[in-house]
């Protein structure tokens, strides 16, 4: 086919991928929604939200349609709570009501849609019961995490005056202190600042929050499907969350080889022991 034959076809095919982006925005069943800026089809209201200070559009959209507004990234449509009451009144008053959760297809790639993070329906709702009841056992909330809090201030402390009096940035010594106190409740034990594997977990999960802040892995929640095969820094986000999985599945090995069903350590254990009683029942 030459070229003039082929132009009938690519417009006929970009009518119909407008009509379809549009049908979707726009489709029926969708009852009243919130006002908002007009979507153009496929991109949305990319042009006009300000990616690299999305807080900022959201506070002139709120300025101009009020608390409650509808946006479109990509096809996606995303109602917007903005203040809060309006949030309170969502997640508190009526909370069953919001307590799924919306699609976001960076996260559903990493997590297989569980977990706390992204899970939704019954078994996000058990878990997450599971999860609140455990960190309550384990101290969370509690007086008695104060023992392991006093603990890590202590090596923090002790790393604070191995600096003699230079200047330093703060940042990280915090990071490692507070991500301890985690590690100590998740896997038992904290880590030597200066242990391997706890340094490389620490980048991990650094490098996985700025590239979920970057504009890479905002195109990849417009356009998932496409961006899937495209390469380019988004990518390097499944990387890096695999590495972090292999991570949490080696210590999750290590407690299943020394648990003791009578005497839980940590979280890990505690899941444990409630996966193998709920396999037995």
């Given amino acids: 086919m030459d070229q003039q034959g082929k132009l009938p076809l690519r417009v006929c095919m970009s ?53 409650i507004f ?25 909370g069953d009501e919001f307590s799924d959760r919306g699609r976001m297809p960076v996260f559903e790639r990493m997590t297989d849609k569980k977990g706390i993070a992204m899970g939704s329906g019954e078994p996000w709702k058990q878990l997450r019961r599971f999860t609140l009841t455990t960190l309550r056992d384990l101290g969370m909330g509690k007086k008695s995490i104060e023992e392991r809090i006093l603990e890590e201030a202590h090596f923090l402390m002790e790393r604070l005056k191995n600096t003699h009096g230079r200047p330093f940035d703060p940042t990280l010594f915090l990071n490692h202190a507070t991500s301890n106190v985690i590690c100590s409740i998740v ?51 499944f990387k890096h969350f695999e590495e972090l999985r292999k991570f949490v599945l080696e210590r999750v090995e290590m407690h299943r080889e020394s648990l003791e069903p009578s005497c839980p350590r940590d979280f890990i254990d505690a899941f444990l022991i409630k996966l193998k009683q709920s396999l037995v029942a």
């Fill in 15 to 67: 009518c119909l991928l407008l009509l379809s982006a549009w049908k979707k925005m726009s489709g029926s069943g969708n009852g009243k929604l919130p006002p908002g800026p007009v979507a153009f089809p496929i991109i949305g209201n990319a042009l006009q939200l300000n990616m690299k200070n999305l807080s900022q559009s959201m506070s002139e959209l709120r300025e101009k349609y009020g608390p």
């Fill in 70 to 94: 509808t946006i479109y990234l990509g096809s996606e449509r995303v109602v917007v709570l903005y203040g809060q009451e309006v949030v309170k009144e969502a997640l508190i008053d009526q």
């Fill in 187 to 237: 896997f038992g034990d904290r880590f030597d600042y200066e242990d391997k594997k706890f340094v490389t977990l620490i980048n991990l999960i650094d490098e996985i929050n700025k590239l979920q802040c970057s504009p890479w892995t905002v195109l990849y929640n417009f356009f998932p499907t496409l961006m899937h095969y495209i390469p380019g820094p988004h990518q390097r986000t």
